[in-house]
Structures are given as C-alpha cells and as structure tokens.
C-alpha cells in the first residue's frame, strides 16, 4: 500500500510538533524517518496509525484519507512496534503473537498455525517460546516477539518506532540484519523512526531527515551522504564519505567500474592483498591503508579471483561520481 | 565446625523446638473449680507417663539434631512434618490428660489454658507449614488431614468437655452459633457493598486526578476514625433518619443494631479495596497500553483484556486486605448491638472471664485465616502466571 503526508502539521498549543509536512512513500518501500530528538518523526509516524490526529493536512493510505477509516478498523491492519516493546506480560509469548489475529476474529487453529509460522520467521524456536512468559525474555527477545506480533495479522503497513533502541549494539546489529532479511521475504511498506543515522543508512530505501517539525531532505542514502545542505552534512558528520563507502559491496564496484581481467592486472603493479566481493568498501579501504597498498584483489566468497579493486574505485564512490 | 555454616542450620524449626519444648516444661494449663478463681498450675511433663514422655523428648532431640546438621532436604522434612503433628497430637493428649486429673469440686470445674496449650499447637504450625514449603500441594493437605483427624477424634466423644473454653461453649451453643452466623454475614455484606461501591470508584478516579485525590482524601479520613468513634458519629443521623422516614425503620435502618454496623463496615472496607484499584490500575505498564491501542483495541478491549487482568493482582489483594480487616472490625459491631462474636468478648471482658473472650476470639482468628487462605487461593487462581513472579 502506498502512504502519503499532505501537507500534515500537529500543534501542541504554540509548539509546531509538525509543520506542513508532505511525503509519499510507494507501495513496499522502507521510508526511515530520521533526526534529533523532538524533531517530530515520531508525531508523523503516530499520525498514520491515528494515535496523534493532525491539526491540518491529511495522511492518505493508498488514497484513502485515514480519518475516514474506522481507527480500530484501521489499526488491526497496520503493524505497530515501538521502543519499549510493549508486551502484554499477563499473555504467554504465544498470546500476545496473537492479539491482533483475535481482535479479527480467526479461530483459534488459524491463530496457532500463524503463531508458529511467526516464530519461525523471528528466529525462536516454537516449541521453546510460544509458552514462555515476558518476564522472562531478554530485551532481544522481546522485540522479535514485538515484530512477530506486528505482523501476525500480515498487515500490508508496519509502523516501527525506535524498535532496536533499547538493546545492546551487538543484539541491534543482529536484529537489524533479521529484519532486512524478513523484509526481503515480506515486501511491505514500512516507516521505521529512529535517530541513529547508520541504522538509517542500513535500513532505508529512502531517509527522511527532519529537524524542528519540518522535513529537510528525503532521498536514497547514496544521495542523502552527497547532500549539500548544512544541517544534513552536519548531521551525517565528518565521516559521511565513509558512510558512503560502507553502504556499498566491492562485488557492486567490481561489476560496475573495472571489466573483470583475467590474467593481466593493469598498470598499477600486482596488488598483495585480497578483498572478499561481499565486504563493503569501507572495509576495503581499511585494509588498503592497513598494507599501505592502492590496490586489491577481489576473490568470491568461494575464492575465484573477481577483478582490482584500486583507491580510485574508492574515491569516486565516496565523492558519488558515476554510481549513487 | 560444620555446624555452625550458615546454610546448613535451619533456623525456623529451631525456633519451633525452642517453643515446643518451653511450652512442654512451662505451665501447660490451669486446674480450676470455676471460670473466676486462680487454679492450680499444671505442666506439660509432669502429665505424660514415663514411655509417652521419653518418646516426646527423643523426637524433640531428634528434631534438634536434623535442625543443627546437614543432610537430605527429603529427610529434613520428613522429621519436621512428623514432630510437627506429633506436637498437635501432644497438645491433645495432654488435654485429655489434664481433664482426667479434674477432681468434681466447684460448680463448674475446667481446663484453662496457659502458655504451653498455645506454644505447642504454634510450633506445630510452623513446622508444618516449614516443611511444606518445597513440597506438593497434594501431601501438604494430606499432613493437615494427619494432624487435624486424631485430634477432631479424641475429642468428639466428650474428652475434651473440661477445657474451659469448649464449657463456655456448651454453656452457649445455640446462640454461639447464631452470633457466628450474624458475623460471618455482617462481614461478608460489608465486603459486597465495598466492593460494589469501592471498585468503581477506584476505576473512575485512576481516569481522573482530581477525582482521585478526593477519593483517596476521603477513604483515608474514613479509615483515621476509630471504629467506635465511626459508630457513635452514624448512630445520630441514622437515628435521625429513621424518625423522619417510617420506611426506612420498617427496613431495618435504626440508630443501633445492623444498619450503622453495616454501614461502618462498608466505609472500613472502602480504603483497601478503591486505593489498591487506583495503585492496580496505575501500575499497568504505558508501552503494553501504547501497543493495545496501536494494535487496534477498543476502549472496552483496552480495560478488559490489558488494564484488568494486570491490575487484578493488586485489586484481589486490596479485597484480601479488607476481608481480614472486617473479620476483626465487626466484632465491635456488637456494642452497637450488632451482635457477632464480638459479643462473647465483650461479656467476657465484663464479667472477667477469659474463657468467654476466647470462645469469641479464637473463631475470629480462625476466620481470619481462613479468609485469608481463601484469597490467596483466589489470587493464585484468578492472577496470570505470567504476573505472579513479580507483583505476589
């Protein structure tokens, strides 16, 4: 389903929590919302799902204006994950999973069949989980069984707001690589909230910055990192280059900017060092600096040899010449 | 030194066998020729034979030994559950014993009880109810049954009719029971009409905060009132009342008797039951409400399935808590003219006579516990597991 602010604003007494905010996103795109703190993402997040209603504009899903739609109506069809998680801890691990799928009313075959096939898809085991109460569940738990619950009802919207705040780094990374590869399988249209700028990067087909209620820039990471606005090169910092170079796979490079040369390596010597085709660039250019080298090998994953891969590569993907 | 390591002594069936044995040496009970005069003490030794006596004091010792020292958890228990029904059948025997020694002297001679008839039965419980902890529900009624049977036996065939509070009874039976009936009732209609009353309340005033201010302002200054006090405040108006309206006295609603004691009674209960629905509510976690109502819940769905069922913990224990407390408050209903056990207590405090206060207070006790027991039993029924962990 496609998703639309039009001209949405929300007022908090003289406080413009959002002020004219426009944006689409298309049917199955990943729209993060991204900047600091009170800058009104999560407000035009809660605005699609009806917990915030804007003062002016409207919020159109797939054309339709939602304060047409009944609010239940329209929340059993939009999956909701938020920060704190937000179990019911008085239903088993099982129960919540299937909240929504009995405020719809399906039977209870239906639900468990559902239940299991979510757990599966989360990565926790059905028989060890689905009794289990959330007390017991550790912060990285929790939020898989809090993305397995949003998508019980399989809604084609799914709202997340700061969902992998609240865990270490390392459970967020790992939870970060789940839910690409869930959203891989899935296809939804999702809006994703948060403040870390990688995390955006990682996740987004598209990233909107906003700061003071207002939105600054919308764009695909690539571009968003060669943005010349001041408040966007200040919030993606010095390292944005950096950013850049870690967004992209040395297989892309390779394919795109050097013909594959079997034999012969170019002019520039034979290069020492080796570079996987599924590392990113900016793994790559560490290891250039860490052997001093201008160049590398790039193998595949099963070890035949791919192409070079040289600091020029490098640098015009950072500056984003040629390739976004 | 093994000994004395912390974890291996335990200390509660220590404390037990401590109580037991100053309640087997101590005064067990006193031999009196009527309610009002002295007596002549009697102790708990001095009324077992020689081979009933020395098998009490190896199970003591026994007991004392598997306390202090190590070993299975299995044994342990099994050594505490035993000496702790041994103690209930003790205190049986000798009461039995005692009454036997009764000469027929005085008007209405009896059995009253001194430290040791209370000590014995208190370090029964404690060792049962120690043992049991670990154990199946199944095996800890069973250990009730056997401790509770042989007593109920010796004493239905008339052995026990010298213990001065059992002569109280026969003195009284029929209005002992009656006066049990009014307070069961006084009790549990206060209860219903707080919880009528109370429930809503708290629910309204945890939407409101002005609302629940005055809520609680008022419960908390309703509950500062000494009960009698509450009584004498209700007897005017509702007095008043009652020769104003001819109807409301064909009802019932007088100055004096049910009506005012009723009324207290309610007001009481009101502070538990509204003040732990405010607390229940208050304690459901924002983000499972958040998330409620992003998944698509109705207001009604909201309250029945996330706000209710999280905040049943503290509201059962809020009717717990009021339960117990009206079992003990309506005993002062009596001077009112109430009736209830409190009457036993209180003709017994006049006339000097502690049998008499005991007939009326030991019931009460026991009905406390029991209500007590049976709440738990309700919470432990009606809470998620999910919550017990946590909140219980």
């Given at each position: 389903m496609t998703l639309e602010w039009r001209n949405a604003s929300k007022a908090y007494g003289k406080k413009r929590a959002v002020n004219d905010f426009s944006l689409e996103v298309p049917k199955g795109e990943l729209l993060v919302l991204v900047g600091p703190s009170g800058c009104g993402k999560t407000t035009s997040l809660r605005m699609i799902n009806r917990l915030v209603d804007p003062s002016s504009g409207k919020i159109l899903v797939d054309g339709r204006d939602v304060s047409e739609i009944p609010v239940t109506e329209l929340r059993r069809h939009i999956g909701y994950v938020i920060q704190q998680v937000g179990l019911f801890p008085h239903m088993n691990v099982a129960e919540n999973i299937g909240a929504v799928p009995r405020l719809l009313k399906w039977n209870k075959v239906k639900i468990q069949a559902?239940?299991?096939?979510?757990?599966?898809?989360?990565?926790?085991?059905a028989d060890d989980y689905s009794e289990a109460w959330p007390a017991h569940l550790s912060g990285g738990e929790a939020q898989r069984v809090g993305v397995a619950r949003a998508?019980?009802?399989?809604?084609?919207?799914?709202?997340?707001?700061?969902p992998f705040g609240a865990v270490d780094p390392l459970t967020r990374e790992v939870l970060q690589r789940e839910f690409l590869r869930i959203r891989s399988t899935l296809k939804k249209t999702v809006v994703f909230v948060?403040?870390?700028?990688?995390?955006?990067?990682?996740?987004g087909d598209c990233i909107a910055v906003m700061n003071g209620g207002r939105l600054v820039a919308a764009a695909a990471p690539g571009e968003l990192l060669l943005n010349a606005n001041p408040f966007i090169r200040d919030f993606t910092g010095e390292d944005r280059a950096l950013r850049r170079l870690a967004r992209l796979s040395v297989g892309d490079t390779i394919g795109q900017t050097t013909p594959i040369a079997p034999g012969g390596y170019g002019?520039?010597?034979?290069?020492?060092?080796?570079?996987?085709?599924?590392?990113?660039l900016k793994e790559a250019l560490s290891l250039m600096l860490e052997a001093g080298e201008s160049s590398l090998n790039a193998v595949s994953p099963s070890g035949r040899h791919m192409g070079k891969l040289t600091m020029e590569n490098l640098l015009e993907n950072a500056a984003g010449i040629g390739v976004s | 030194m093994r000994l004395i390591e912390r974890e291996r002594i335990d200390v509660v069936p220590l404390t037990a066998v401590l109580l037991a044995s100053v309640s087997f040496f101590g005064p067990f009970a006193a031999l009196k020729e009527n309610r009002v005069v002295d007596g002549q003490i009697i102790r708990g030794f001095e009324l077992l034979g020689g081979g009933l006596g020395a098998g009490v004091l190896i199970l003591g010792a026994l007991t004392l030994v598997v306390a202090l020292s190590g070993g299975g958890g299995k044994t342990r228990n099994l050594v505490y559950s035993f000496a702790g029904v041994a103690c209930l059948w003790i205190t049986a025997v000798l009461l039995v014993r005692a009454g036997a020694l009764l000469g027929q002297a005085g008007e209405a001679p009896r059995v009253s009880p001194a430290i040791g008839f209370w000590g014995l039965p208190g370090a029964s419980y404690v060792l049962i109810d120690h043992s049991r902890r670990q154990a199946p529900r199944w095996r800890s009624l069973m250990l009730t049954v056997c401790a509770l049977v042989p007593v109920c036996l010796i004493f239905s065939d008339g052995r026990g009719a010298a213990i001065s509070v059992f002569q109280e009874w026969l003195e009284r039976q029929d209005r002992f029971l009656d006066e049990l009936i009014v307070h069961v009732r006084l009790f549990v209609f206060a209860i219903l009409g707080a919880t009528v009353f109370g429930l809503p309340l708290g629910i309204i005033a945890s939407k409101n905060k002005r609302i629940e201010r005055l809520v609680?302002?008022?419960v908390d200054v309703v509950q500062t009132i000494p009960s009698m006090a509450l009584f004498g405040l209700l007897m005017a108006p509702l007095a008043a009342l009652s020769r104003a309206f001819p109807l409301l006295r064909s009802l019932g609603l007088r100055g004096i008797g049910a009506a005012p004691a009723l009324i207290a009674l309610t007001l009481y209960a009101l502070l538990p039951i509204a003040r732990n629905a405010i607390v229940g509510i208050a304690s459901v976690p924002l983000p499972a409400l958040e998330a409620g109502r992003g998944m698509g819940m109705s207001r009604r769905q909201l309250f029945w399935r996330i706000k209710w069922p999280l905040a049943?913990?503290?509201?059962?224990?809020?009717?717990?808590?009021?339960?117990?407390q009206a079992v003990g408050n309506a005993a002062v209903a009596a001077l009112i003219g109430a009736g209830g056990l409190g009457i036993m207590i209180f003709q017994g405090l006049g006339q000097a006579a502690p049998d008499l206060i005991l007939l009326?207070?030991?019931?009460?006790?026991?009905?406390?516990?029991l209500v007590n027991r049976g709440w738990e039993l309700v919470i432990r029924r009606a809470v998620s597991p999910g919550l017990l962990g946590e909140v219980l």
């Open positions: 559902r239940v299991r096939e979510l757990l599966d898809l989360v990565g926790l085991p998508l019980a009802a399989d809604p084609p919207i799914l709202l997340m707001d700061e948060t403040h870390d700028l990688d995390e955006a990067i990682r996740l002019d520039s010597g034979t290069p020492t060092g080796l570079i996987r085709t599924d590392a990113t | 609680i302002a008022f049943l913990p503290y509201i059962l224990t809020g009717l717990k808590t009021a339960s117990v009326g207070v030991l019931p009460l006790i026991l009905m406390a516990v």
